[in-house]
């Protein structure tokens, strides 16, 4: 069992930056592809960005290319998103994800269904 946590999300104006950190649990955290999604009200949860196991591949989606950066560090079984010129269309809650099963795979995913174990989210607000 793999557990996900994510925190660091809040309020933030229009311009502005934040980063959202989430850990996972398990000895092979450092062999997982991990995943950022988002999900705003009345919309369904879509993909913000992937990272490999490695660190060395990781993809973001169309809206936030540019303005997001995904890390990690396998050293802290830690992810992180870097989010820089926030937009009021970026608000939503913010989900991180584990791909164990894929372990040691050079790819990241953007498809929610790769992922088996999720956390509960983070709020994140930006305002005009």
């Known amino acids: 069992q793999v557990q996900v946590e994510e925190s660091g999300g809040g309020l933030v104006q229009a311009g502005g930056s934040l980063r959202l950190s989430c850990t996972a649990s398990g000895r092979g955290f450092s062999q997982y592809a991990m995943g950022w999604f988002r999900q705003a009200p009345g919309k369904v949860r879509e993909f913000v960005a992937g990272?490999?196991?490695?660190?060395?591949?990781?993809g973001y989606a169309d809206s936030v290319q540019g303005r997001f950066v995904m890390s990690r560090d396998n050293t802290k079984n830690a992810v992180y998103l870097q989010m820089n010129s926030l937009k009021p269309e970026d608000t939503a809650v913010y989900f991180c994800?584990?791909?164990?099963?894929?372990?040691?795979?050079?790819?990241?995913?953007?498809?929610?269904?790769?992922?088996?174990?999720w956390g509960q989210g983070t709020q994140l607000t930006v305002s005009t």
């Open positions: 994800a584990a791909n164990p099963r894929n372990y040691c795979s050079g790819s990241y995913y953007a498809d929610p269904a790769e992922y088996q174990y």
């Open positions: 990272i490999n196991w490695r660190g060395t591949s990781a």
